[in-house]
Each structure stands twice: as C-alpha cells, then as structure tokens.
C-alpha cells in the first residue's frame, strides 16, 4: 500500500530542509569571508546620484560613514560653484565640492541609519536618514524630514 505524506508533514520537512542548507550556507568558509566583505567597506566607494550627473564618495569617518560631494555637471561648467541655495546665509560661500552630504551613517552590511543628509542643489536639509545597499551596485538613500516625511534617490556605483 502507497503511503503519501499529509501537506502538513511534507511542508514541515521541507521547511527542515531548507533551515539546515541555511546552517550549512551560513558557517562555511565562503559564507563567513562574503559576510564579512559586505561590513561597512560594501557601500564605501563613489556613487552617481540621480541628478545632474552627480558624483558623491562615501567614505569613513571616525567610527561612522559620510559622504562629500566629488564631482557633477554643474561642477564641470563652475569648478568654483558655491553652496548658494543653504538656508543658512553663514553658509553659503562654501565650495560644493567635497561639501560634506551625508554624516553619521552607521549599521550595515545592507543598511545603514544616521544623518543628517543635506541636497546642495536644493539647499534641503534632512535630520536623518538610510542608506540602503540593493545590490553591489545599487544604493538608495532616503533622507527624512520628519519620520514620515522622506524622499529617496537611487544612486549607481561607478566603477
């Protein structure tokens, strides 16, 4: 006589046997050295930003990650631009670039938490904010006003 297995007890057993691929996976050699790969060093490296063909190098600082601007169009056609559009008019007579953009990011190694951020195009500043690595080439980073107030850009690592 066949003998066939309740949904139950074969979901459950599937359910086992995926659990121990997952342990296996996780603690071999491969894994581990991947794991510790993407730490913080995975988002590290220069980044397009959406908009006007902006360059922005996330880079250490201190315990934490930051971000300064590097390069972008208005850049090549004013090496010299300045931050005109900061709220604050103390501001203002900074270089764009290498600007500070983004301060205080820590967590990883898929998302990272802090701020603030700040858009020297827009002169918008957000108190806090993540980045968000969706894969070894693609960043989102959102940046808050408020908790539900938010916006978020998709950057491009370059390569």
């Known amino acids: 006589m066949l003998r066939f297995a309740s949904p139950s007890s074969t ?4 359910l086992r046997g995926a659990a121990a691929i997952a342990a296996i996976l996780l603690t071999s050699p ?3 050295a991947l794991a510790q790969t993407q730490g913080a060093d995975a988002i590290i490296g220069r ?7 902006g360059v922005v190098e996330i880079h250490r600082c201190g315990d934490a990650l930051c971000g300064r601007v590097l390069d972008g ?9 300045r931050d005109v559009r900061n709220p604050d008019r103390s501001l203002r007579d900074r270089r764009v670039r290498g600007l ?22 827009s002169g918008d500043r957000a108190s806090s904010g993540s980045l968000t690595l969706e894969n070894a080439n693609t960043l989102k980073v959102k940046g808050c006003i ?6 978020t850009q998709t950057w491009h690592r370059i390569r």
Request: proline content about 10%; charged content about 20%; overall charge positive.
């Open 11 to 14: 979901a459950s057993t599937r």
């Open 30 to 32: 491969g894994a581990t």
């Open 47 to 53: 980044w397009q930003t959406e908009k006007e063909n």
């Open 73 to 81: 169009a208005p850049l090549r056609a004013n090496p010299d631009q």
């Open 100 to 121: 500070r953009v983004l301060s205080g990011f820590t967590g990883g190694p898929i998302r990272w938490t802090g701020g603030p951020l700040y858009d020297p195009e």
């Open 146 to 151: 408020v908790g539900f107030l938010c916006r």
